[in-house]
Structure formats: C-alpha cells, structure tokens
C-alpha cells in the first residue's frame, strides 16, 4: 500500500543469510558516477540537532544520492538512475494520474481514428526551456530517433508495436501501430515512455552535447553538471504549476554513512537508498524523519539457458524452488519487502491483469522436490556462476551468498561473481531487475523476457511458441475476461520455462528533513518527483 510521508519503524536486520557487504544503491550501472569528493564525510555520525531542525526554504533543495546519472538522453536509454531526473526535467505526450487513470500531459486530446490508428492534440503555447516552441515535429522527431535505432533499445522495445508516427499539423500528430495493441496509452503514459525532445536544439548540439545538456519541456531545466553534482533551475516559461524549489541540488554521495551524516549536519534536505540499519540512527535525530514506499521494481535474475547445466528445463526449475525467498525477506528486509505471487505487482489490478495467490500462488519452496529435479536433470557438478555488480543492489550481494547456500542443500555448487560491469555474455545466472514501466505483465516480464528483449536475443534463444503466442494475444485483447486469463498463463508459463526467476519485491527508503511535504506516489517508480504537486513547504 502506497502512503504518503509515511514514518518507517526502527527495523533491527540480524543477517543471518551471509556476511555483510557494502551497501549498494539501485542506480544504473552504466550510469554509476565515479566516487565525489562527498565521500571523505565522517562515517560515524554526530547529531546536530540544530542543523537537524533547520527548516529547508524555496531557494535550494538539496538531494543526496547514493549513485548520480551520467546520461540525460531520455531517447537513448532509461535506467534508475536517470529516470530520478527525468521526471522533473522533461514531459510525456501522456501521463498516468494519482488516480492510475492515463490522462494528457503535454496532450490536450486524444482519440482513436481506428485500431490502429491514434490522433494526439498538443497543447498549444508549451516551450522547452530554451524558449523554442513545442510542435507536432517535436513529437515525431522523438519518437524517430528511437524507431530507426537510436540508442540503446529500452526505449524502443516499449513501443515494439508502434509503426510510424505522421504530422497532421503543427500540434497535431497520428501514431499508427502495427497491430492492434490494447495498451498503447498505457505505453504512451508510462513515466519510463518517450519524453518528447526539442527537433531544432538537438540537431544543433548533436545527440552527445544533449546526453549533459538535455532540454526539456518540465518544470526544470538541468543548468549544471558534473558526475559528482548537477543543478536543475526552475522553468518560469513551464505550462504547469511551478515547482516549489527555485533549484534543486543532487549531490552524489557512493557511502550511505556520508549520505546520513550529511543529512543529520544539515548539509542536505533529502537523502536516498536508506538501508534499514540506518533508520534508527536518522530517527534518534531531532526534525529528521524516515519516509519509504514501496516500488514497481522486482529483483530478478536471469538464467543462460544455453549453457551447461543450465540448458535443462529442470535444472532450471531446482534452481527456482530452492531458494528460500521468503527468508531472505524476513532476514534482510524484514516487513519491507515481500515475496510476488509471480513476475508481477499488486497494482496490476487497475488493468484487470493482477493474478491473485488463491488463482497463483506463484514458486513454493521445496527443497526435496528440487533435489530430485536435480538428480533428473542430470545434473554434473559444475559450479553455477552467479554474476553481479559489487553492492549494485542494495541486499544483493548478501541475497547471492545466501542463494549459494541454499542451492547447496540441494546438491549444486555455486559462486557469487562481482563484475565491474554486467553484460549479456554471462556464463549461468546475473543479477537484474524488473521495473515496471506500466501496469501489466506487457509492463515488465513481457518487455523484459518477451520478443526483442535481452534475454530473447542473448539468453533464451529457445522461447517456446506458446510463451510467444499468449504475449502476443495479451497485447491485442480488449476482452477483460481474456486479459486475466492470458496474464495468468504467462505467470505459469515463465516459472515452467524459467529463463529467470523473482527474488522479491522492496520498499525504497529516504531521509528527509522536516518542513517538507512529500507525496511519493510517484516514487514507485524510482524517480525522485519534486513538481508543484509532489513536493512543497509546510
């Protein structure tokens, strides 16, 4: 359940899964920037509760992150880690409300001239924040970068199903769709969608200037940047409600100790990636609170299952009931996470998509049934790699060791594997993530696993037909009834087939400072919202 300013209580994790390793963050790792200065704050906090009771005021917010982007090229790519920013810099033709209903953003109407056929009206006297016009060519420049194979292919793979996108007039744009596709809006108004770029600015500078000089047409607009520190400035020309903060500070702090003591010294207003232990040193400190909610993110791993052991079916299976999910909740989160019924989120209930545990209950632990699938599969011995980054999730490095383990018991040798950098060529099992970029399995397992994905080019090479084929229905039905079925098919379906697997679903947590009113509704999504609507002063 999401909550608005909701005070965590002191949460005591007795890590019995493994040792401890550094505390991570969930930004991108291509995006992570180097080590800054930030870090040689004290790693032992000291309260002051003079500096923790002062009140913020509407000149500057200051935010420090655990991990700061080095890429504002919303047309590029989206990860973690720039899409905290993005949400504040530049707007969508759509949006989904704080009521899960999609409604125009930069859209002053839509409608659908037939099945496939989709009529947008852009709002008139919108500029991006070089003072330029926001026009239909605006939009159609966006949307063809990525269609004819710009960047890195996160963006594109969400509108697989877009065709073309033509200019009626100056503020009028239609989208053609190569087949029927019932989520289209929601795809449209997804806050990890195509937010529209200026076609005029970008040609100028290149697309390598914009990637730290982005202009957008949001409520603000990125005036410096550096890996270690970028300022965003508020917009005067924006369309909307002006934001409360004239500027806003993000600071990258890699040290979640530098990040709390700057918190409690008053040297920042807001701080992310708050791991548990850190809550009852913030909460003993007088105008600090915690704040969390959960998010649209399931930590994942995917499986090769084109390499050794791993290419049998049920091998793979063993692997997936033998993990002891619910332990590592209870252990490392405690009542901070919990363990999906299936590769999916509650909230798909406002599409009707949203399997319930009576209908799936989703993998059961089973250590005898895992052992005899092993001993079925024929399994060899060799030793299954578990390839991640070095605290690149927060709890992951400790969630590995403790999975080494349980795969012990039955019967398989396995190993943790830091890498600097994780790609598509890893040996058995990496370490990933499943956002949801809307409210659907089309929204995450299917954009991740499905035709197109990474795992399908690189990984499952194999992906049976039906998997294909009930993805595909699912994406053109409008039948209701239909949807929940097909959603559950693929929930059964991906577990039986295992390309990967679910770990578990957790809350974000962030210091704040008192003297601000933060709805964080949007924060389920990973970004960090400050417009006029999300954040004020008290």
């Not at 047309?75 to 759509?94: E, P, Q």
């Not at 939009?139 to 996160?154: A, E, P, Q």
């Not at 989520?183 to 937010?195: C, D, K, M, Q, T």
């Not at 080494?404 to 600097?420: C, F, L, R």
Request: aromatic share 12%; glycine share 8%.
């Amino acid at each position: 359940m999401l909550r608005k300013f909701t005070i965590l209580p002191l949460l005591l994790i007795v890590l019995v899964l493994g040792a401890c390793s550094k505390a991570g963050n969930n930004g991108n790792a291509n995006e992570a920037a180097s080590p800054s200065p930030s870090q040689s704050a004290s790693s032992s906090p000291v309260a002051s509760q003079s500096a923790g009771n002062a009140v913020p005021n509407d000149e500057t917010l200051k935010v420090a992150l655990g991990a700061g982007a080095t890429m504002f090229d919303p047309g590029y790519g989206i990860g973690i880690a720039s899409i905290k920013v993005f949400y504040n810099i530049f707007d969508t033709l759509l949006t989904t409300n704080k009521e899960g209903k999609i409604v125009g953003q930069l859209a002053e109407s839509y409608d659908w001239v037939d099945d496939k056929t989709l009529e947008v009206k852009i709002r008139d006297g919108v500029t991006f924040q070089n003072g330029e016009p926001c026009t239909a060519e605006d939009v159609k420049f966006t949307f063809d970068r990525f269609l004819n194979g710009y960047g890195d292919g996160t963006v594109k793979l969400l509108y697989d199903t877009l065709e073309s996108v033509e200019v009626v007039d100056d503020l009028t744009v239609r989208f053609k769709t190569k087949i029927v596709d019932s989520s289209f809006l929601e795809r449209l108004g997804s806050i990890w969608g195509a937010s529209i770029v200026p076609k005029d600015y970008l040609t100028e500078v290149g697309d390598e200037a914009f990637k730290t000089k982005p202009i957008g047409t949001g409520p603000y607009q990125m005036t410096s940047y550096s890996p270690e520190k970028y300022v965003l400035t508020r917009y005067d020309g924006f369309w909307g409600d002006a934001p409360a903060f004239k500027n806003i500070e993000m600071i990258v702090y890699p040290e979640a100790s530098a990040r709390m003591t700057a918190l409690i010294n008053g040297e920042v207003d807001i701080i992310n990636d708050v791991t548990a232990d850190m809550v009852d040193s913030l909460k003993s400190n007088k105008g600090i609170n915690v704040v969390g909610t959960p998010i649209k993110n399931i930590h994942i791993y995917v499986f090769n299952t084109a390499n050794g052991p791993m290419a049998n079916e049920k091998f793979r299976q063993a692997l997936t009931i033998g993990m002891n999910r619910q332990l590592m909740v209870d252990t490392l989160w405690g009542e901070y996470a919990k363990v999906p019924n299936g590769h999916q989120f509650d909230t798909y209930a406002s599409s009707g998509t949203y399997v319930s545990p009576e209908a799936y209950p989703g993998i059961q632990f089973d250590v005898e049934k895992a052992k005899q699938l092993v001993k079925e599969s024929g399994y060899d011995g060799t030793e299954i790699e578990i390839e991640m980054s070095n605290g690149y999730y927060m709890n992951g490095n400790q969630a590995g060791e403790a999975i080494v383990d349980m795969w012990k018991d039955i019967g398989v040798n396995a190993k943790v594997v830091y890498k600097e950098k994780l790609g598509w060529d890893f040996k058995h099992v990496r370490a990933w993530s499943s956002a949801s970029r809307f409210d659907s399995p089309l929204g995450a397992m299917w954009l991740l696993f499905g035709p197109g994905s990474g795992p399908a080019v690189n990984s499952w090479l194999d992906m049976p037909a039906d998997f294909k084929e009930a993805g595909q229905k699912l994406t053109e039905t409008n039948d209701p009834k239909e949807k929940l079925e097909l959603s559950e098919e693929l929930l059964k379906m991906f577990d039986t087939y295992a390309p990967g697997t679910y770990l578990y679903q957790a809350e974000d947590y962030y210091g704040i400072r008192d003297g601000l009113d933060w709805d964080m509704f949007y924060a389920q999504n990973q970004i960090t919202p400050f417009r006029a609507a999300d954040l004020k002063l008290k």
